[in-house]
């Protein structure tokens, strides 16, 4: 069998990987448009950072994993054709704000329907809008190719930094297919190959509908346990309860749970929020206002957790940034990924840049130019925590990378401007032991 994905990214990447592992006997093919990112897939240095991607990579690639952009020739040579490109929110036009942009998906369905001349089983692996697989299949129909192709939806849950093991041990993977008998049996053909080291039950097939649509919620569901827990941070600022205690307290219900309660400055990522603002577009589509305001409230906290922690920053350090230095240690918008999609670093240098701040910026893995051209070329990119601290006013934790949970912030106090004040962003700190150094010490949702 020959596998085609389409797109290199965060998700293409490591899931292809992760076939070509487990199943030696499958040739897969990961191609892209982007020449430059096909180029770093096939070095020592991969284009993207995950714990435990390259050792896969170096195993399989050259022997049944390979990279290219020759996009066209892996595509017509294909039995399975995964769709694993982006579809970010739309900038332009008609949904500006919200709808997801399926220029690149429909893309892929035209060179799809362009070059292949036999069968072929087409699958969804981005993330679309509930319904898309209808757009796909009149595409191939325009084409007069629609009989050769069977559209499923399979997507993807993996978290960024924890990739290569949800991948490895998903909680459940997801199919989604026609009830026809040929639509039947292309999701077989797709269970076999996750069935080679996922358990059958922890497979599930649907329609292509309830598949689509179920991803939207996931995410939905996800990001408003964090903007709920974030909402219940300002209370807990406002009452001298101490959120983490409360995170710990409700998760203990074995019906809330524990997972997913860590309240932050708010989340990032490249896709709770697309995917969310997409939920509230398709229900504004089938008029469904009150539940379209429902979910856009998930984002609102979300901005408004952001700004909350930008204002108590500035009224901390006496209203007034100008002239003053600020160490920022992380960018990513989560540990363990050069990531910085929606990070909310961007939005909280760019406020302080705009109070005449100084930004000093370390990360362990996002790359220099990405920082600057997120912010300012003003900004100062550091090689460690202690050069971005030494000489600042304020640090603020903006990622909860391990090492910042081991630094010596004795030393990084001394080398400051006092009074120092630091803001845990992650709330991965001991407070109270900062405090004991000298700090003025925050986190979120801390009295
Ligand atoms: P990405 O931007 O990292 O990668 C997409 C790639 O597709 C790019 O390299 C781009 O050059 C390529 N591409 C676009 N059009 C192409 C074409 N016509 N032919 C060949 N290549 C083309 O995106 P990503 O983070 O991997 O996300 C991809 C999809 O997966 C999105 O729909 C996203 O919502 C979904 N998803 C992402 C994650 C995640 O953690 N990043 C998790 C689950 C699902
Ligand atoms: C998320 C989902 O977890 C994946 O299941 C999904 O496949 C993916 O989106 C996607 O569709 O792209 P990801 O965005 O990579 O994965 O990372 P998460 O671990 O979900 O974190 C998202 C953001 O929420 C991060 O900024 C994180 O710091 C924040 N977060 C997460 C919190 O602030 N508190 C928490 O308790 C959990």
Redesign the pocket.
Known sequence: MKICC???????GPTMAMIANKCHDIEVAV????EE?IAAWNSPSLPIYEPGLQEIVEERRGKNLFFSSE?KKYIKDADVIFI????PTKSYGIGAGQAAELG?VE??AR?IAEVCEGPKIVIE????PVRTAEVIKSVFTGYDKGHLFEILSN??????GT?ITDLDNPDRVLIGGDSTETGKKAVQTVVDIYNRWVPRENIITTNVWSSELSKLVANAFLAQRVSSINAISAVCEASGADVDEVANAIGKDSRIGPKFLKSSVGFG???FQ??ILNLVYLCEHFGLADVAEYWHQVIKINEYQRKRFTRKIIHSLYNTLKGKRIAVLGFAFKKDTN?TRESAAIYICRDFIEEGADIAVYDPQVDAEEIKGLTSEKVEVCGSAAEAVAGAHAVLVLTEWDEFKTLDYTALYESMVKPAHIFDGRNILDLAELEKIGFNAFGIGKA
């Open positions: 389409i797109g290199a990214g965060y998700v293409g191609v892209d448009l982007n990112r996009v694993s490109v982006g579809t690149y893309g892929c060179m692996k981005s993330t679309v997507p993807e849950f993996l978290a960024e990739a990522g490249s896709c697309k995917d990531d």
